[in-house]
């Protein structure tokens, strides 16, 4: 990957299909009392310590949007955090997030788990009006959902490279970027920036 990178997720969840998927998840945004689990399970995903200081910095942050957990009922197996990101010019539209970091209990891992959550996510990002998402990550994983390069290619970023994506959550959202081919610079969480 290109440096500096931001926590992507599942170079360990790319084969998903591997394994028989879980097939009694249930999604919910997280909640105070799961932050010491979610940590947990974050720091066990990436296997060091930033992702999971980042995942607090980012819960606490003003750019917070999002964050959904997968469970079985009784345990977190998947998270997932978004956060928002704007654009340096003020443009206040398309209404943005990054999705970082994903994270699934690397036992789970292979089953579906992640996919589920992205797309439970997307789902709810979706019925909230956000326009876009971009992710930096593996584009075998996230094109499946529809993220593209070629729609990422069109920001600024600390991130350049095919591992920078975004997509559409709004069809026509990239619309109000105008015509003009020189990427708009977007901001991001601070914190996000500082892990790579």
């Not at 340096?88 to 209990?105: K, N, Q, Y």
Request: charged residues 25%; without cysteine.
């Amino acid at each position: 990957m290109s440096e500096p990178q931001t926590p992507t997720a599942e170079t360990h969840d790319r084969t998903e299909a591997a394994e028989a998927p879980v097939t009694s998840l249930a999604f919910r945004p997280a909640g105070p009392n799961d932050a010491v689990l979610i940590g947990r399970l974050v720091h066990e995903a990436f296997e060091r310590g930033d992702e999971t200081k980042l995942v607090g910095k980012l819960r606490t942050s003003d750019d917070f949007a999002l964050e959904l957990v997968a469970t079985d009922g009784a345990n977190i197996l998947g998270h997932v955090q978004f956060t928002h990101v704007r654009r340096a010019d003020g443009a206040d539209t398309p209404a943005m997030v990054i999705l970082a970091p994903l994270s699934v209990r690397p036992d789970m891992q292979r089953k579906g788990i992640g996919s589920a959550l992205v797309e439970a996510a997307l789902d709810r990002l979706r019925r909230d009006g956000i326009d876009m998402v971009v992710v930096l990550g593996d584009p075998a994983y996230y094109t499946r959902f529809g993220f593209s390069a070629a729609l990422g290619e069109k920001f600024d970023t600390p991130w350049p490279g095919p591992e920078f994506m975004a997509m559409e959550l709004r069809e026509g959202a990239a619309i109000s970027l105008g015509a003009d081919d020189t990427p708009h610079k977007l901001t991001f969480p601070q914190a996000l920036v500082a892990v790579g």
